[in-house]
């Protein structure tokens, strides 16, 4: 139980810098920057998703967490905010350095999931175009009326340290309960599950890559590296899961039926993946 606590404690101490740097360009643009900034980020939104698969790809759930807060303040499009999700790695980078694995076969599966991340990430956004303009005239202050926390008369540095603290505390809370029950299965037994039915491998891998958390990815790269599943099914698994990102949509995001479909677009997503990818490789 102590060694839960103590690596819920670092996992969101990480974060500390990314929450900070994003609540505070997020007051900032609404503060200071007003409509004619933020409307010239939404027309840049095009090449969101290339940026983002990109920054995606580097070994840190902060992306995927500053994403979620951004699309909730309509700063960034939906594609952009799939394409950092699917490239996010979370913990299968340093998993894959530091066993030792092939230089071409790390730069493989990062070409992989920036590839899935980028393609749809621009499929996304073309499709759904129309109905991104609809909801344009949201504006970064409606997270801060979702969260009731008066940042106006706040300021730019208090609402920020608010924002980071409230946001903070809830992911140490649900991340301690997940590493909790995690302790308490064992991870044994969830990749149990998957090596004993090899024919829903790739389904019960991206479940296990919903839950928010690191584990998820150590499971299924460690898997992978001994042999357990195949490299599309862990890849399916890594692209359904994007860190603490999903847990944060649901905190600042208050259309709770967009965030269970950019969790069905992001299973559908691993699902098909993971099944092309095993019938190439």
Do not use: W
Request: glycine fraction near 8%; hydrophobic fraction near 50%; include cysteine.
């Amino acid at each position: 139980m102590l060694e839960a606590l103590e690596e819920t404690l670092i996992d969101s101490l990480k974060l500390l810098p990314f929450l900070l740097i994003t609540y505070l360009i997020m007051e900032l643009l609404e503060h200071k920057a007003g409509d004619k900034t933020t409307n010239v980020i939404k027309k840049a939104g095009r090449f969101g998703p290339i940026l983002g698969g990109l920054l995606g790809a580097v070994p840190q759930c902060g992306f995927s967490v500053a994403a979620a807060n951004l699309y909730a303040g309509r700063v960034i499009t939906i594609g952009t905010l799939i394409s950092i999700f699917l490239s996010t790695s979370d913990e299968m980078l340093p998993i894959l350095i530091s066993e030792g694995a092939p230089i071409n076969l790390i730069l493989q599966i990062l070409g992989i999931k920036i590839g899935i991340g980028i393609l749809f990430g621009c499929i996304i956004d073309i499709i759904l175009r129309k109905k991104q303009t609809k909801k344009e005239k949201q504006k970064i202050h409606d997270v801060c009326e979702h969260e009731h926390c008066n940042c106006e008369e706040d300021g730019i540095i208090k609402s920020t340290i608010k924002h980071t603290v409230q946001v903070f505390a809830y992911i140490f809370i649900i991340s301690l309960i997940i590493n909790i029950l995690l302790f308490i299965i064992g991870e044994d037994k969830i990749a149990s599950v998957i090596s004993d039915i090899p024919l829903l491998g790739a389904l019960i891998s991206c479940i296990i890559g919903l839950i928010p958390n690191c584990a998820s990815s150590v499971i299924l790269t460690e898997m992978y590296l001994e042999n357990i599943i195949e490299l599309g099914t862990m890849i399916g698994g890594l692209l359904v899961n994007s860190g603490l990102g999903l847990l944060i949509l649901f905190k600042v995001n208050k259309d709770k039926k967009e965030n269970f479909f950019i969790i069905g677009l992001l299973y559908a997503i691993g699902f098909i993946s993971a099944l092309v990818i095993n019938l190439i490789f």
